[in-house]
């Protein structure tokens, strides 16, 4: 307890960091920097040199947003997943093995399609074999009437500027009831 007094207040009294404050009082640096997270003490970057006093936090906060009801915005998204053949590739094996191991299992990606609810986290996910429109639009069928199980009327999709979700196929999926915003 005693320790901890005289380090921080050597913090507050000459601005030292850990470093300085160890080598004075003959302790590890890492308990020093242990004592001053323990109370809050922020980095001397984010501390006014001349008063002492914090120029800005230390992270900015972050922006976040939820909407008012399940339905209200659900995010669709695509991740592109490489096969990784069963067993592991070159990395494990060695390359000629490797090649070996490919020619045997089927080369390429596996596309993860994602549905998240904004409001209740609800997600729905399928992993197919391309990403064409054809497959979204028969995805989005599917996402959408597990969300109609769950008693959720989707009102707005968020999606990004892919191909897939540009189309017309998927605009006429939605419908009119839906609002798609990119």
Same mark, same amino acid.
């Given at each position: 307890?005693?320790?901890?007094?005289?380090?921080?207040?050597?913090?507050?009294?000459?601005? !030292?960091?850990?470093?300085?404050?160890?080598?004075?009082?003959?302790?590890?640096?890492? %308990?020093?920097?242990?004592?001053?997270?323990?109370?809050?003490?922020?980095?001397?970057?984010?501390?006014?040199?001349?008063?002492?006093?914090?120029?800005?936090?230390?992270?900015?906060?972050?922006?976040?947003?939820?909407?008012?009801?399940?339905?209200?915005?659900?995010?669709?998204?695509?991740?592109?997943?490489?096969?990784?053949?069963?067993?592991?590739?070159?990395?494990?094996?060695?390359?000629?093995?490797?090649?070996?191991?490919?020619?045997?299992?089927?080369?390429?990606?596996?596309?993860?399609?994602?549905?998240?609810?904004?409001?209740?986290?609800?997600?729905?996910?399928?992993?197919?074999?391309?990403?064409?429109?054809?497959?979204?639009?028969?995805? !989005?069928?599917?996402?959408?009437?597990?969300?109609?199980?769950?008693?959720? %009327?989707?009102?707005?999709?968020?999606?990004?500027?892919?191909?897939?979700?540009?189309?017309?196929?998927?605009?006429?999926?939605?419908?009119?009831?839906?609002?798609?915003?990119?």
């Amino acid at each position: 307890m005693r320790t901890e007094r005289r380090i921080l207040g050597l913090r507050i009294s000459r601005r !030292w960091g850990p470093a300085r404050i160890a080598y004075r009082l003959g302790l590890a640096v890492s %308990t020093v920097q242990r004592v001053l997270t323990r109370y809050g003490a922020p980095p001397l970057r984010f501390i006014d040199p001349a008063t002492g006093v914090r120029v800005r936090s230390s992270r900015p906060a972050p922006r976040r947003y939820e909407h008012a009801a399940p339905g209200d915005l659900v995010h669709v998204d695509i991740k592109k997943l490489g096969r990784i053949p069963d067993g592991g590739g070159h990395r494990v094996h060695g390359r000629a093995a490797g090649r070996a191991i490919k020619k045997q299992s089927k080369p390429g990606y596996a596309y993860l399609h994602h549905a998240v609810d904004d409001h209740s986290r609800l997600a729905y996910s399928e992993i197919l074999g391309d990403e064409r429109k054809e497959t979204v639009a028969a995805f !989005w069928t599917r996402a959408n009437a597990h969300f109609a199980d769950c008693g959720i %009327t989707v009102k707005r999709v968020l999606t990004d500027n892919g191909s897939a979700y540009r189309s017309h196929l998927f605009a006429e999926t939605l419908g009119e009831t839906i609002t798609h915003k990119r």
